[in-house]
């Protein structure tokens, strides 16, 4: 199989949930990213991916891959990801959920929690400043 390959990488993926096998498949996603609206097929895959892994810190390679593929419909995604507990993930969120009073408000609290970590502080007090400046 070539790494080139769209339909192998998907039928991959397909094997990687059926056989529930959690470490690895964000290599995949991350390699079907690359061929972009090409790899819709993966789409429903990459969102189960997303829904379901046990392991946290590989949910920002699906939605990465997602946005890449299909970025259209994520927006709730972007919302969900600011009370995610990876940091990676709530910079998504800070940096591309829809404005909306939700947003605002996490925004804020994100801008303003002393235990959040100083990257998604700075990055959520500047997406506040594009939004109400």
């Known amino acids: 199989m070539e790494e080139g390959d769209v339909g192998a990488l998907v039928e991959r993926l397909e094997r990687e949930w059926v056989e529930r096998r959690w470490c690895g498949p964000v290599r995949t996603a991350r390699a079907l990213a ?27 390679g699906y939605l990465e891959a997602l946005a890449a593929i299909e970025p259209e419909g994520l927006g709730g ?13 709530r910079l998504l969120g800070v940096e591309r959920a829809p404005d909306g009073v939700e947003v605002r408000g ?17 990055a959520a007090g500047e997406r506040l400043a594009t939004l109400t400046g």
């Open 34 to 60: 690359g061929f972009g609206a090409e790899a819709r097929g993966a789409v429903s895959l990459l969102r189960r991916f997303w829904l379901w892994t046990p392991h946290s810190h590989e949910r920002v």
């Open 77 to 89: 995604i972007y919302v969900e990801c600011l009370w995610d507990c990876e940091e990676d993930a």
């Open 106 to 122: 996490r925004l804020e609290y994100l801008r303003d929690d002393e235990l959040e970590s100083e990257g998604v502080r700075a």
